[in-house]
């Protein structure tokens, strides 16, 4: 027992005071004399006496932790029967105790290494009680922080599993589905969106199926919500300012437009390790304007239905609606065809409005503090590229969005199937022309048409700088090619000359987004286009 006691002491000096720094002890050496007769060590003092050649010498001295061997005994805490009476301990000054002369009839060698009459002093007595008691106090603390941190994971899990019930007699009905609520959308009246706790239950219930697009902020995901299909852009959680964002100008009052992409919730979603920032909207399989050209060309027909839907949504957006439910006019700042989608009809929605900024006429003044050069690079207007932008006025965005427009149409305008004999082509999306009745495969022109490309494919590089860009636009003024054979066509004709008037290098004298509304709806009345 006495041994299991000693062990206990040692280990608990470990613990408490293997961090804790030196102590300071009682020195008799002759090398301590001119401290004071103390020393300092990161071990143990000691104490001893004993009797030789029938005098007694008395020792007070330091101990270094390396001498402490071996654990339990240490060699030099070690007394010798009948002639050497040792103590260690391990506090300030605790060898100032007096010891025994030893004799052959005196305690062991361990007894007299725990006190000098062989029973428990103070400092044991603490060493042994307070030892275990602080250890066990330490892992009930780590096992009660453990538990409520897995208490609180499970509890949001649970909350992200479980419908908010609240909902059910209002907006969310059981057997309401994703059309229901859009129909919501559109009929409430404000155009905001819906309310924040019926967009937090949607977010909570959608089931993800697959990604479908990865960007700067994070992820696309296609997910599925009572049976429909809905975007979820999922932000990182470095990118909560642009989610914030993005989420605000989406809930602008009156901003829902059907070429404008259709926002239906946000939510910030905690899994009880990380927070995923999810911004839902309507899903449309065909992806971005860059993608469906990409794969596919497209017909007179085609190019009149993208562009007109496009500069309808953009005049949407631009347009300020006065009135007590008003809409603000909003510039985008980073058009291009890969922040506009297609939709099943092979229209247009204008998407990714987390750089916009708006207008509010009262004050004369954008909500946000605007950075000049902000957008993809190879759509910067003139204006931006040299930094001669009036930041102060807000038409100078919308002029640099209409820049942008130009170089979209130049995009599709490449990709018109003008003419020739036809060909089957069953995967061909957004022609309407004759079915055959067996088939029912759908036939495209094969005439002429371009490969896809982007923008000044020929002048800059593949990742351009805004240095390279500036040469080109600014300084060079050139701008993307515009072919001499669209003369011989009506409609390729009327966009050579739109986009002409969207590149000019005076913001200014830059056509609208109205006016360009207005001139392709005339063209495709002359074209007999249903859009």
Known sequence: ????QLLLAIVFHAVLCGTCGAIWCNCTTAQCKKSGLQCETDGACMVSISFIDGQEQRIRTCITRDNLVPLGQPFYCRSAEGLLNIHCCYTDYCNSIDLKVPSATSRSALGEGLGAEGTWGPVELVAVIAGPVFLLCLLLMVAMFLFQYHQRAYSHRQRLEVEDPSCDHLYLTKDKTLQDLIYDLSTSGSGSGLPLFVQRTVARTI???????KGRFGEVWRGRWRGGDVAVKIFSSREERSWFREAEIYQTI????????GFIAADNKDNG?????WLVSDYHEHGSMFDYLNRYPVTIEGMIKLALSAASGLAHLHMEILGTQGKPGIAHRDLKSKNILVKKNCTCAIA??????????ASDTIDIAPNQRVGTKRYMAPEVLDESINMRHFDSFKCADIYALGLVYWEIARRCNSGGQTVSSPSYPCFSGPEHAADRAQTVPAGIHEDYQLPYYDLVPSDPSIEDMRKVVCDQKLRPNVPNWWQSYEALRVMGKIMRECWYANGAARLTALRIKKTLSQLSVQEDIKV
């Open 1 to 4: 027992m006495d041994n299991v």
């Open 207 to 213: 089931v993800l199926q697959e990604i479908i697009g």
């Open 254 to 261: 009156m901003l829902r437009h059907e070429n404008i992409l």
């Open 273 to 277: 390790t990380w927070t995923q920032l």
């Open 352 to 361: 990714d409005l987390g750089l916009a900024v708006r207008h509010e006429s």
